[in-house]
């Protein structure tokens, strides 16, 4: 895809992945729109990176269905649609389950890439593409420490996706799952991981799934891994 002029959402655009992504195509002249809950953080994101934002909650698809309908209005339809919001939480092993922290990560983690989805399908350009930004944990949960409702809720994105494909076969190739490593973003501030260091650059991450959406045919499920892991 030529990223010229585009409109782009990027949900969870305000900060790591997200918001490298935008700045990348941002320099493409690719009309960005990040969307974020918090609007002081969507607004000077935006006003940093030269966009537009949005603000909403990917809880709430209601919410998410008039972002896109705003932007569709706006700019006649969305060519490039990612959903890159998430969040992290850790969990003791023994003690009882927050249900509260649970059910936002569970809710903002996959419900949130379901409506986001079914959001942008609405206003799609006919071409159009839509990105989701899972985890290599999605992959192998095996190494995801401490990390197992997180990992979870990567695994169930990953089936959504899948089945979505299988009942929009002719829409399936547009349908781009994302699957990078470890990187250094904010989603681990409330517990780093021993490896953190080592850890991938939110900016490569972004290189590495621009470069793939700029090919004629786009690698439908993308694996970005760190360059020292084999």
């Known amino acids: 895809m030529n990223l010229e002029h585009k409109t782009v959402v990027i ?4 900060q790591g992945i997200g918001r490298a992504i935008a ?9 960005v729109v990040i969307v974020s809950r918090r609007e002081e953080s969507a607004q000077t994101a935006a006003r940093e990176l030269n966009c537009s934002y949005k603000v909403a909650d990917v809880r ?5 269905r008039t972002v896109a309908d705003e932007i569709a209005a706006e700019y006649g339809s969305i060519d490039l649609w990612l959903n890159s ?4 939480k850790a969990f003791p092993k023994d003690d009882l389950i927050d249900k509260d922290r649970s059910l ?5 983690n996959f419900m949130g ?3 986001g989805t ?4 609405r206003q799609l350009s006919d071409d159009g593409l839509i990105v989701t930004i899972l985890s290599s944990a999605a992959l192998d949960a095996s190494r995801a420490v401490g990390a197992k409702l997180y990992a979870a809720s990567k695994w169930a994105v990953r089936g959504w996706i899948d089945a979505f494909r299988g009942e929009n076969p002719d829409f399936a190739k547009r349908m781009i799952g994302v699957y990078p490593g470890g990187t250094k973003t904010h989603l681990h501030d409330e517990a780093l991981p021993d490896a953190f260091d080592d850890f991938m650059d939110a900016s490569y991450v972004a ?4 470069s793939n959406l700029e090919l004629d045919e786009p690698e439908q499920d993308q694996v970005i891994r760190r360059p020292t892991v084999q």
Do not use: Q
């Open 11 to 14: 949900v969870g655009g305000s």
């Open 23 to 31: 700045k990348l195509l941002v320099e493409r002249n690719s009309k």
């Open 60 to 64: 709430d698809e209601a919410c998410l």
């Open 85 to 88: 919001a998430g969040v992290f």
């Open 104 to 108: 936002e990560l569970l809710e903002t």
């Open 113 to 115: 890439v379901v409506y």
């Open 118 to 121: 079914r959001s942008a399908m």
């Open 207 to 210: 290189e590495k799934i621009v």
